[in-house]
């Protein structure tokens, strides 16, 4: 990835990016007697509720390990995520954890998309992360709603927290590392959702840092595998780590900003040091990038999925395949 040129504002946010270089965010520490994470079938369409039935004993047994040692905050927070009804793909409960929750049936959805969270998220905000709506979980059951009401054929919602999100103030929000990581992470998500229902058409919702993870999976498809994306939306993206939406095998780029959504303010440039990559590159919303603009409203960096809202609507009629309705920005 070549570095853009970049002037003052860009050098004082390279400095910045230097220094927090320095700062590392600490992960949580594991809950002492976590139970490690379940052994699980293989992601088939008859495995579906096998799967889910044993990562709701492991919420369960995690929640008992928080008890037992007070931490009141875990066991909260996991006590929710095992609550009746829900569904998880995958859970873990090391660290920060990870869990990837399940909306719908998957094997009979003509319409699945996937949300993949920005920087923050861990099992502790997956349900709050400030607000409700601004959590992956949150966003991911306004999102179900909103595409019921909007889809012509059944659909499914899988939240993903399935790679190791950064910390916002951490060296790791500004490097693309993580995404590179998490992207091979999603590109096994979707080769499983092709196990359970090939007939599927799925498409990749993105926030903040999740695109960039979207971008590294999208990027490393060759186009028989990205063929089988429907499409891809970002929203309240600092890049995806490509240049254009042209290096992305293809599949239909949509991208939305927010009015008062602060990442309006992050350069966009794509430099190599300390041994990795520092920021995301060409911004998605720029005419230049190729992507196409949909309607993100007046809202901020975490109101793109609150309910009733516009972009929320539009992020929906994306994943519907209604994509001749969606209002342009």
Same mark, same amino acid.
């Given at each position: 990835?070549?570095?853009?040129?970049?002037?003052?504002?860009?050098?004082?946010?390279?400095?910045?990016?230097?220094?927090?270089?320095?700062?590392?965010?600490?992960?949580?520490?594991?809950?002492?007697?976590?139970?490690?994470?379940?052994?699980?079938?293989?992601?088939?369409?008859?495995?579906?509720?096998?799967?889910?039935?044993?990562?709701?004993?492991?919420?369960?047994?995690?929640?008992?390990?928080?008890?037992?040692?007070?931490?009141?905050?875990?066991?909260?927070?996991?006590?929710?995520?095992?609550?009746?009804?829900?569904?998880?793909?995958?859970?873990?409960?090391?660290?920060?954890?990870?869990?990837?929750?399940?909306?719908?049936?998957?094997?009979?959805?003509?319409?699945?998309?996937?949300?993949?969270?920005?920087?923050?998220?861990?099992?502790?905000?997956?349900?709050?992360?400030?607000?409700?709506?601004?959590?992956?979980?949150?966003?991911?059951?306004?999102?179900?709603?909103?595409?019921?009401?909007?889809?012509?054929?059944?659909?499914?919602?899988?939240?993903?927290?399935?790679?190791?999100?950064?910390?916002?103030?951490?060296?790791?929000?500004?490097?693309?590392?993580?995404?590179?990581?998490?992207?091979?992470?999603?590109?096994?998500?979707?080769?499983?959702?092709?196990?359970?229902?090939?007939?599927?058409?799925?498409?990749?919702?993105? +926030?903040?840092?999740? #695109? *960039?993870?979207? =971008?590294?999976?999208?990027? /490393?498809? $060759?186009?028989?595998? !990205? %063929?089988?994306? &429907?499409?891809?939306?970002?929203?309240?993206?600092?890049?995806?780590?490509?240049?254009?939406?042209?290096?992305?095998?293809?599949?239909?780029?949509?991208?939305?900003?927010?009015?008062?959504?602060?990442?309006?303010?992050?350069? +966009?440039?794509?430099? #190599? *040091?300390?041994? =990795?990559?520092?920021?995301? /590159?060409? $911004?998605?919303?720029? !005419? %230049?990038?190729? &992507?196409?603009?949909?309607?993100?409203?007046?809202?901020?960096?975490?109101?793109?999925?609150?309910?009733?809202?516009?972009?929320?609507?539009?992020?929906?009629?994306?994943?519907?395949?209604?994509?001749?309705?969606?209002?342009?920005?």
């Amino acid at each position: 990835m070549r570095a853009r040129k970049w002037g003052r504002r860009g050098l004082l946010v390279a400095v910045a990016a230097t220094i927090v270089l320095s700062v590392s965010a600490a992960a949580r520490s594991a809950v002492p007697g976590t139970p490690a994470p379940p052994r699980l079938p293989a992601v088939k369409a008859g495995t579906l509720d096998a799967r889910y039935a044993v990562n709701r004993a492991a919420i369960a047994a995690s929640e008992r390990a928080a008890h037992r040692i007070g931490d009141r905050d875990r066991e909260r927070h996991l006590r929710e995520l095992g609550a009746p009804g829900r569904n998880f793909l995958s859970f873990g409960a090391e660290g920060d954890g990870q869990a990837v929750e399940v909306l719908g049936d998957l094997a009979t959805a003509g319409r699945i998309a996937v949300l993949i969270p920005g920087s923050d998220t861990t099992i502790d905000t997956f349900d709050y992360l400030g607000s409700r709506r601004a959590s992956l979980g949150g966003g991911a059951r306004a999102l179900h709603d909103e595409l019921r009401r909007v889809s012509r054929t059944p659909v499914a919602v899988v939240a993903w927290y399935g790679y190791r999100a950064p910390r916002t103030m951490s060296r790791d929000v500004v490097s693309t590392a993580r995404a590179t990581e998490g992207g091979g992470r999603l590109q096994r998500l979707l080769e499983e959702l092709r196990s359970v229902n090939p007939a599927a058409r799925v498409t990749l919702l993105c +926030h903040s840092y999740g #695109s *960039a993870v979207c =971008g590294s999976a999208v990027g /490393g498809m $060759d186009r028989a595998a !990205a %063929s089988s994306l &429907a499409g891809l939306a970002v929203f309240g993206s600092p890049g995806m780590g490509v240049e254009s939406a042209a290096e992305l095998p293809g599949v239909p780029v949509w991208a939305g900003r927010g009015a008062r959504d602060w990442i309006a303010g992050a350069p +966009h440039i794509s430099l #190599s *040091a300390f041994g =990795g990559t520092l920021g995301f /590159g060409a $911004d998605p919303v720029s !005419a %230049s990038f190729g &992507a196409k603009p949909f309607a993100a409203g007046s809202g901020g960096h975490s109101d793109y999925l609150a309910p009733g809202s516009l972009p929320l609507h539009n992020l929906a009629l994306i994943a519907a395949g209604r994509t001749s309705e969606v209002s342009r920005g």
